[in-house]
């Protein structure tokens, strides 16, 4: 950034000086008279980079949540009687899209779709993966969270994955930092829990899921 807005900033200091040097003496703070041209620039050209940078946009926090089986009407702020107070002020104090197409209806290819932004038969992902299956998502592809590292992100997958279960498929492969989580659906027998690429539960206790994500999303949230 400052490399991009050196000659900027250095014209403005130099423009400075100029006015400066153009004022009464007697208009001029003593302190600056005592200051050489050279020096002046170096001080000014510093100060206003640090400027600059700090008023360079931040980039955004991004926290995408797919949900299985939701339904439109199934959170308040669609007009649901089931209370969703946080889903709701996510809405509230976000942007709100009413309509969107998904590249499938089912759990596996509507993921690869949304990772990839291709139609998943082109990402070698037709049908939904079950725990026999030794394949996933064409290993050669550029991934959402891939393009996001590129740009400083730090990024973690909670939850189910279902883009295939052996290591070169796992979220960590896939421009994951970390991942916590049933590789597959949980109703998939077994429905082994996961911290990165190590089973840390044979068979998970899903009465436990919601609260472990929430505890694991949060903990990312705060140290990131």
Same mark, same amino acid.
């Given at each position: 950034?400052?490399?991009?807005?050196?000659?900027?900033?250095?014209?403005?200091?130099?423009?400075?000086?100029?006015? #400066?040097?153009?004022?009464?003496?007697?208009?001029? &703070? %003593?302190?600056?008279?005592?200051?050489?041209?050279?020096?002046?620039?170096?001080? %000014?050209?510093?100060?206003? =980079?640090? =400027? =600059?940078?700090?008023?360079?946009? @931040?980039?955004?926090?991004?926290?995408?949540?797919?949900?299985?089986? #939701?339904?439109?009407?199934?959170?308040?702020?669609?007009?649901?009687?089931?209370?969703?107070?946080?889903?709701?002020?996510?809405?509230?104090?976000?942007?709100?899209?009413? %309509?969107?197409?998904?590249?499938?209806?089912?759990?596996? &290819?509507?993921?690869?779709? #949304?990772?990839?932004?291709?139609?998943?038969?082109?990402?070698?992902?037709?049908?939904v993966f079950f725990p026999r299956d030794t394949t996933g998502l064409a290993l050669d592809?550029?991934?959402?969270? @891939?393009?996001?590292?590129?740009?400083?992100?730090?990024?973690?997958?909670?939850?189910?994955?279902?883009?295939?279960?052996?290591?070169?498929? #796992?979220?960590?492969?896939?421009?994951?930092?970390?991942?916590?989580?049933?590789?597959?659906?949980?109703?998939?027998?077994?429905?082994?829990?996961?911290?990165?690429?190590?089973?840390?539960? @044979?068979?998970?206790?899903?009465?436990?899921?919601?609260?472990?994500?929430?505890?694991?999303? @949060?903990?990312?949230?705060?140290?990131?």
């Open positions: 950034m400052q490399l991009r807005f050196a000659p900027i900033i250095h014209r403005a200091a130099e423009a400075l000086w100029i006015i #400066l040097e153009e004022l009464p003496m007697r208009a001029q &703070p %003593s302190a600056i008279t005592q200051v050489t041209r050279r020096g002046f620039m170096a001080a %000014s050209t510093t100060l206003l =980079a640090q =400027a =600059a940078q700090r008023n360079r946009p @931040q980039r955004p926090n991004v926290i995408l949540i797919l949900c299985d089986d #939701l339904g439109y009407a199934d959170i308040g702020c669609n007009g649901s009687s089931i209370p969703t107070p946080n889903i709701d002020r996510l809405a509230q104090e976000g942007s709100r899209f009413t %309509s969107c197409n998904t590249a499938n209806p089912v759990c596996s &290819p509507s993921r690869a779709g #949304l990772l990839t932004g291709r139609y998943p038969t082109r990402v070698q992902v037709p049908r592809e550029v991934t959402l969270p @891939q393009v996001l590292k590129t740009q400083g992100y730090k990024t973690k997958c909670v939850g189910k994955w279902h883009l295939g279960h052996t290591a070169e498929y #796992l979220p960590t492969a896939r421009g994951f930092d970390e991942y916590f989580g049933i590789p597959y659906s949980n109703d998939m027998k077994p429905a082994v829990l996961m911290r990165d690429t190590k089973v840390i539960a @044979q068979e998970a206790d899903q009465t436990q899921l919601v609260p472990q994500y929430t505890k694991e999303s @949060q903990a990312f949230i705060e140290a990131n």
